[in-house]
């Protein structure tokens, strides 16, 4: 259904603060216990299955030979695609200077900090030997044993350790002036003291705001080219490779363009129900949700593109093992159920957003977000389980099934992820108030001059 658009903004910066703030504080229902409770055992489940997979080997997943690459890359590559809408909401939108982005720009931030540390723990188990993994950082050995800058795992490492660090940087720098404004109106004086420690004295003068927008905007800066430079790392994992679908120029843009589709669809599909459950009506308009709508839309556009291009080098190239790989054993192989899954969430359904009638309407921008999500995970299962299964030697061609140990680490983090998010909804404002009270008051600023005029 397709419900009006409420006002904008509340009508004072008072409100609009009180609005946010309380969100912090306000007593939670038993529906936030509960699904408190169930992410919280999901979490002991992947503790668990961790635990397990380090003291027995990664032999207790589905991985053989040839599906040597499995459900942990899957996911890495899943989660780590997911933490690229926050950047691109946080950095590009902003140097561009697209306002819309002020109501939702911290919510994805938050969303980028939980998805890669999910993705930064795939490849360190799937090392098999984990406690081995700093061999990945060019720490300062004696043995001289330093990383092999020809495999794809140092790259990957210093991706997302990279890509980490600026995003944390740049999400707390966001954070500190909403903190500080917790800090002098918290009800309680513990509340007072917690935050205003986190707000690192914070005063909000103007020496202060000025360090605060030149720091911002250089973070800004550094956190864009890494929009483009991580997920075309990632995509050089399988590119470096000769394995039939994957050895291909056209991987890193493909991959940056799913990524940021994919983001932006778990972007939709947390902050509805956020949006209603918290009454941010007035915030987060159907405006905001349009506009990830129409990029959701594009990116889409994108990623078929890919997919059109892969299809018609397969053909126009003429190599029988890419031919077979793309026209015969994704489309009727096994597991080719996640081939359909994958045409119908990242080519179909954003076909739905031409109609302003589905870009505005929260039930179908909600479902089709979940849909989307699925047709994302399903493209990264058809790229490395489906092609590795079908190599070119037939003489070892077998099929792929994931194991209980696969499905519960992924439903694991899946469970972490959002209990990190609900705690994070219920620490920090998930809104940035001072950066919707600077465009409350341009927004004023401009409807006066033109009142004038």
Known sequence: MTTAEPPLFPTTDA?????????TW?????????????????????????????????????????????????NFVWWIGIGHAGT???????????????SINRFAEAMTLFAVLQAAMFPVLHLGRPWFGYWLFPYPSTLQVWPQVKSALPWDAAAISTYGTVSLLFWYLG???????????????????????????WRGDERAWLHYRRAYLLLAGLATPLVLSVHSIVSSDFAIGLTPGWHSLIFPPYFVAGAIYSGFAMVLTLLIPVRR??????????????????????TGLMVSYGYLIEYFLAWY??????????????????????WYLMLLGNVLAPQLFWFRRVRTSV???????????????????????LSLQREFMVSVWRTYQPTWVDLSIFGGTLCFFLLLFLLFLRAVPFVAASELKELRRELAHDAKGHGHG
């Open 88 to 102: 691109f909401i946080s950095a590009i939108l902003y140097l561009f200077e697209q306002p819309w982005r002020a």
């Open 317 to 338: 190239l003429g190599e029988e093992a890419e031919r077979y790989q793309f026209f015969v054993a994704r489309p009727t192989g096994p597991n080719s159920t996640l």
């Open 175 to 201: 954070l500190l002036p909403d903190l500080a404004a917790i800090r002098d109106s918290a009800p309680q004086l513990w509340r007072r003291r917690v935050y205003g420690l986190f707000a690192l004295g």
């Open 277 to 298: 459950l918290f009454a941010m009506e007035r915030l987060i308009t159907l405006r905001h949700l349009e506009n990830c709508a129409k990029l959701l839309l594009t």
């Open 15 to 23: 409100e609009l603060h009180g609005t946010i703030a309380a969100t």
């Open 363 to 385: 039930w179908a921008l909600f479902a089709l977000s979940l849909l989307i999500n699925v047709g994302m995970w399903s493209e990264r299962f058809v790229i490395i389980v």
């Open 26 to 74: 306000r007593p939670r229902g038993w529906g936030y216990r509960a699904a408190l409770l169930v992410c919280g055992a999901g979490t002991l489940l992947l503790a668990f299955c961790v635990s397990y997979t380090v003291a027995r080997g990664i032999g207790v997943w589905g991985n053989h030979i040839p599906v040597a690459w499995a459900f942990g890359i899957i």
